[in-house]
């Protein structure tokens, strides 16, 4: 029944090819046991049918297991406005699209905006999600509502709060207190402690979004907690201009200098560097997340993925937020990511299918720090996984991985475990109503759109 967990199962995972993105590589005619919410075994069919002759079997043989895609970068707070400003630049969109919204948010929009777009998320195979909720709405504590939605799903993922109190004159609402900010972090902190299957970032929306107060006490909270950042980097050229106008640095140096460098970070975009920023953030471990669609959309740059790898720098990939994307496809995120890359360098061996399928998968999981748990199909991880059928995409497998970065498609993800449980069953949702959510989007979506002053009046995008 939509919105209750199934049980974890015990069951054999079959495919034409197993690819485990880890030291077993790719394995022919391969299976994958699960049992307790882990994965007990990989290796052939053949040995593992023989080894448990009882246990269920799921697929046909002729399909692809792969691991669950890890979407490194979104914004559910975008949930309910996709479809507007696709001609605006990153500034001009924030300042006429986010920025209103952002006020209007609440808790209930981001737990229902997140059950939504965790459908869309689920169906192209996405069992990990790193979330930056960006609102300011006073007394709201919006945020919250994504981590209960990710709960009530059964979703893996980590959820922050994009806060930003220095907008200038893009808007006339006064912004939310430091201590009303520090304090929702806190509160979202301690609820993913609670949680079993989400974790916590300090989410920072940019750092020229925030006043230097914010900054500072961010900062602090950081270093006494030990909260891994979830941040924007370098996205558009107008970020350096301003960062060096503001600071006399660039943002990676102002970064490092405040201090967020020295714990965990994780930078979406990473388009506008130089080879001196890559140095810095590869030498204190920070990431990175490709966003290609987002970054097509809003005309913002080609993030340089060959020089951030050549630094040993773990990079992602990312959707990004369903206002700037516009949708939460993260196969389509993935064949992005491997197309863009080509075509910026007039080089169709630039990048290949195996090395964008491991940034869709453990890369994502080693950029957040997980891939002790997920990312890659080994003995002892979560069972996370996805079972790709053989559709009309894939009735012809040659090479496996080309087959899922360039051919596979929503409709071709037939199954999905999370923690062992099942949340895509042939084709189905299991904890998820979506004609019902649908219905109530529209709703919620209409009303934000009204409170925000976008009905009706879309022309000024």
Known sequence: MAGTLPRRESVIIRGAWVLTMGAAGALENGAVHIADGVIRQVGSYADLRREHPTLPVVGDG????????VNAHTHLSEALIPGMGSELTLYEWGERLVTPVARHLTAEMARKGTVLKAAEMIRSGVTFVNDMFVHSNPGSQA????????VEVGMRGMVS?????????????????????????????????ASELVGFRYGIGTLLGQSDELLEAGADACRTNGWPVHTHLCEVREEIVHSSLRWSR???????????LDVPLIAAHAIWVRQSDIDQLAEAGGSVVHNPVANMILGAGVCPLARWLAADVSVGIGT??????????????????????????????VINAREVLEMATLGGARALGIQGQVG????????????????????????????????AG????????????????????????????????????????????????????
């Open 143 to 150: 945020s919250m509502g994504v981590l209960e939605g990710l």
């Open 410 to 461: 929503p409709r071709s993800v037939g199954e999905v475990w999370v923690d062992g449980r099942r949340l895509l069953a042939d084709g189905h949702l299991t904890t998820i109503d979506e004609p019902a959510r649908i219905d109530r989007a529209r709703e919620l979506a209409r009303s934000l759109a009204r409170q925000a002053g976008l009905e009706g009046n879309l022309s000024r995008l």
């Open 161 to 193: 709060f994009g806060a930003e109190d220095s907008l200038g004159e893009t808007t006339e609402t006064p912004p939310m207190s430091v201590d009303e900010v520090m304090q929702e972090h806190q509160e979202l902190s301690s609820a993913a402690q």
């Open 62 to 69: 002729f399909g692809l297991v792969i691991p669950g895609l």
């Open 376 to 407: 890659s199909l080994e003995t002892g991880k979560r069972a996370d996984l996805v079972c790709l059928r053989p559709t009309v995409e894939l009735a012809a497998i040659h090479d496996p991985y080309q087959q899922v970065v360039y051919c």
């Open 320 to 349: 990004d937020g369903a206002a700037s994307n516009d949708s939460q496809n993260m196969l389509e995120a993935v064949k992005m990511a491997a197309l863009l890359q080509k075509v910026h360098a007039l080089d169709p061996a």
């Open 250 to 260: 660039r943002p990676i140096q102002q970064a490092d200098r405040l201090g967020f």
